[in-house]
């Protein structure tokens, strides 16, 4: 069975066809980075009207790419939030609309469900049950995955998501949007010298808050003289404080549940300082660590085909309504 996969809840178009036993078929991703550069962050509007324009010809592409026929495809997956209303509504309306015309399924997908699935397209996917940290632009989330669709949420950010606290931070040291990547390319020309805080790892318990750092960093660069140099040293200092509280909960919460397995998804995963931390963390604790490859750590349409071809296969797709949800708890 192939299930097509539309991703489009922010700025980036995304579509792929995943096989229940082939694995992934195709994918491609058009990114919207150029369109809100000038703004310094995402247009809701803007973003809607570019996954218009791009959906039906990355589908035409994927399609091709794929050698399948739209009488091929047994199911259309989309993502039906969290994200941009406007945004989701183009996946969501493009995706129940194929799907009335083919007369196949259409399967709402939760995107940080995409996220959580995405290390499965790898060689070696963990085995259930795991522990998964997932950060991403909009959501901090540490929880137990004891199968697919068995998720126990153990710990989450109480203001900012890891992703916003990067992007936010880079904004207010001048670097461009997504200000994720910029921090993490800067904090490599970074050298130790500031210290900065660990939020909320003195006292126990699993939950997150990455408002403080970001102050903290404003402060610190309010205090310094703003050079290049202070910018890198701030950078690096922000990047060691996120990866070491980050690995300092991730070790909590192997030890608290008794598991061995951690899988880290979602943007903030692509970030090789975090993953070096993580990585160094699993050595000591001797838990096995599972990411996704770069590429499918932000958005992409592989995660939302292979989740969607999940939920299929359990039997789960709704009825004719276009559901979309801009806020949407896991
Ligand atoms: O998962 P994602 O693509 O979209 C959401 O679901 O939010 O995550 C985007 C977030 C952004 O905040 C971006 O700045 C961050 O992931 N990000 C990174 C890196 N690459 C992307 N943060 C730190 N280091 C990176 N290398
Ligand atoms: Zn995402």
């Given at each position: 069975m192939y299930v097509l996969g539309i991703e489009t809840s922010c700025d980036e178009t995304a579509v792929a066809v995943y096989h229940a036993d082939k694995g992934l078929i195709a994918h491609t991703l058009h990114s919207q980075i150029q369109t809100h550069n000038e703004y310094g962050g995402v247009v809701p509007e803007l973003a809607s009207r570019d996954h218009v324009r791009k959906?039906?010809?990355?589908?035409?592409?994927?399609?091709?790419?794929?050698?399948?026929?739209?009488?091929?495809?047994?199911?259309?997956?989309?993502?039906a939030g969290p994200g941009l209303m406007g945004a989701l509504l183009v996946g969501a309306a493009t995706a129940r609309s194929l799907a009335w015309a083919w007369q196949v399924p259409a399967i709402a997908v939760h995107h940080m469900e995409g996220h959580l699935l995405?290390?499965?397209?790898?060689?070696?996917?963990?085995?259930?049950?795991?522990?998964?940290?997932?950060?991403?632009?909009?959501?901090?989330?540490?929880?137990?995955?004891?199968g697919i669709g068995r998720y126990r949420l153990l710990g989450e950010s109480l203001d900012d998501a890891a992703g916003e606290a990067f992007d936010k931070t880079a904004k207010l040291l001048g670097l461009d949007y997504p200000g994720g990547p910029a921090l993490a390319t800067l904090a490599a020309q970074g050298k130790p010298r500031f210290k900065f805080p660990r939020p909320m790892?003195?006292?126990?318990?699993?939950?997150?808050?990455?408002?403080?750092?970001?102050?903290?960093?404003?402060?610190?660069?309010?205090?310094?003289?703003?050079?290049?140099?202070?910018?890198?040293?701030?950078?690096?200092?922000?990047?060691?404080?996120?990866?070491?509280?980050?690995?300092?909960?991730?070790?909590?919460?192997?030890?608290?549940?008794?598991?061995?397995?951690?899988?880290?998804a979602?943007?903030?995963?692509?970030?090789?300082?975090?993953?070096?931390?993580?990585?160094?963390?699993?050595?000591?604790?001797?838990?096995?660590?599972?990411?996704?490859?770069?590429?499918?750590?932000t958005d992409n349409g592989a995660m939302i085909a292979y989740a969607g071809c999940q939920r299929l296969l359990a039997q789960q797709s709704q009825d004719l309504n276009i559901f979309a949800r801009p806020r949407w708890p896991m």
């Open positions: 959906l039906i010809p990355l589908i035409r592409q994927v399609l091709r790419d794929s050698r399948l026929k739209p009488s091929d495809i047994g199911g259309i997956a989309y993502t995405a290390p499965m397209l790898e060689e070696r996917p963990p085995d259930f049950p795991f522990v998964a940290l997932l950060i991403s632009g909009g959501h901090t989330l540490l929880i137990t995955v004891e790892t003195d006292r126990p318990g699993l939950d997150f808050s990455f408002s403080g750092l970001k102050t903290f960093t404003l402060n610190t660069y309010q205090n310094s003289e703003r050079s290049g140099r202070d910018k890198a040293d701030i950078a690096f200092a922000f990047q060691q404080a996120m990866a070491e509280t980050l690995a300092i909960k991730c070790r909590r919460a192997l030890q608290q549940t008794g598991l061995n397995r951690l899988l880290v979602g943007g903030v995963s692509a970030n090789l300082e975090i993953r070096r931390q993580l990585e160094q963390m699993c050595k000591q604790t001797r838990a096995d660590l599972f990411f996704p490859r770069p590429q499918f750590c």
